[in-house]
């Protein structure tokens, strides 16, 4: 874990209450999709966790969502703002688990957090299918960022206002997608199914409020086969034969 003062780059909506910022800092402490940062707002008691999408030496990016009042004061922040930031939180997911090819399945700004996951399999040489889910049209994020790394992306709405209508369930039980191993990042409710639905071996990134953010408080504990476990610390990434859902 690493604690510096980042200064914001850009901050602008990419999508429905959904934002994009750039932070100019040190990077060192990121390493793989699936980590989160811890984010500072002034007068708020407690730190705000995003997941970093990409980074390279200069500083990193991330996509939130405006759910609250944190939040919201986040999207009014113009270029230029210092944030005090704790980085290189969690584990992240293990793209080394993929021998051949690799399905990844994310609800909503869930796709951000296998970005960076998704650009490490594609570097390894690995085949990648990614399914985006939605609610509609105007809440799809890095869909072309997607393919411009090169994987293939289904994109399901709930609505039916883009590609197939329903949940990602049904997305997959349509195109059939081959993997020998899958990863999911999104609302429990949507990663739960998936895990239902799909066989093999699998990595979902757990959510939780949070306190510390670095393993001291144990307020984000979840049940798994090996008892509580801290999802900030011990995860957020776990297999899918861990978890207890
Ligand atoms: C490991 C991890 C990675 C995350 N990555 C992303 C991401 O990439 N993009 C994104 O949009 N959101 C992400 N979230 C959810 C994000 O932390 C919350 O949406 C955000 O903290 C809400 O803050 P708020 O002040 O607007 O909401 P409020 O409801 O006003 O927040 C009140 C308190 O509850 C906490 N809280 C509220 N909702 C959540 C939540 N779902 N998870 C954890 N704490 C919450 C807040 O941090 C704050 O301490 C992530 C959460 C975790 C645990
Ligand atoms: S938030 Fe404190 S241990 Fe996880």
Redesign the pocket.
Known sequence: MKQSIYTIESNACVADKTWRMRLLGDTSGLERGGQ?VDIAIAG?F??????ATCWDAQGFD???????????EMSSMQPGTKLDILTGL?NGFDAGLTKDAALVVCGG?GA??AFSLVKELVRLGRKVTVVLGFNKESEIVLEDEYRTLGAHVIVATMDGSRGVKGLVTDAISLEKPEYDHFYTCGPKVMMKAVCEALEGNGEA?L????GCGCGICYG?TCHTTDGPRR??ADG?VFSKEEIIW
């Open positions: 989160f708020r407690l730190r705000r966790p995003i997941a991330i996509i939130y969502k405006v759910v609250g009042q944190g939040t919201d969690g700004v951000s957090p990134s959510e939780e409020r949070m984000c999802i900030c957020p």
